[in-house]
């Protein structure tokens, strides 16, 4: 499992926002260190779960004031994000996959996500949400 390496490219031109999304390529990187090992799998869901009521919330509050088409379909994608999640974490706990196994399907599941959510979905909004004050 290879790595993602962050580019200035990937930055959706809001400064929070865009920390989130690279602690998002943080915790997958610390994952493929981690190479199956169970260590990282607990801390790695806890992050995600932060990831998840922070971000999402935040986003999806800062896109609600803004005109922009389509939100119910941006919004849609969080709730999958947050149900995968979900449905992870539970095949984790009942014992059912190994950890290597858990690792490399969370791994491609968020380097997935980073190209098709982040790098697409989320890149229409840049130029149109407030910066922080
Ligand atoms: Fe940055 Fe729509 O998640």
Redesign the pocket.
Known sequence: MEKITWKPSFS?GHPI?DQ??QTLVEITNRLVDAQGGNSRIAETFELLDDYVST??QL?ESLLAATDMDNLEE?FA??RSFTNWLDAVKASYNAGGASSFYITETVVSYLKNWLVS??LV??MQYKGKINEPD
């Open positions: 959706v926002l989130h999304h971000h999402f986003e941006h994608s969080h959510h982040i979905t989320d």
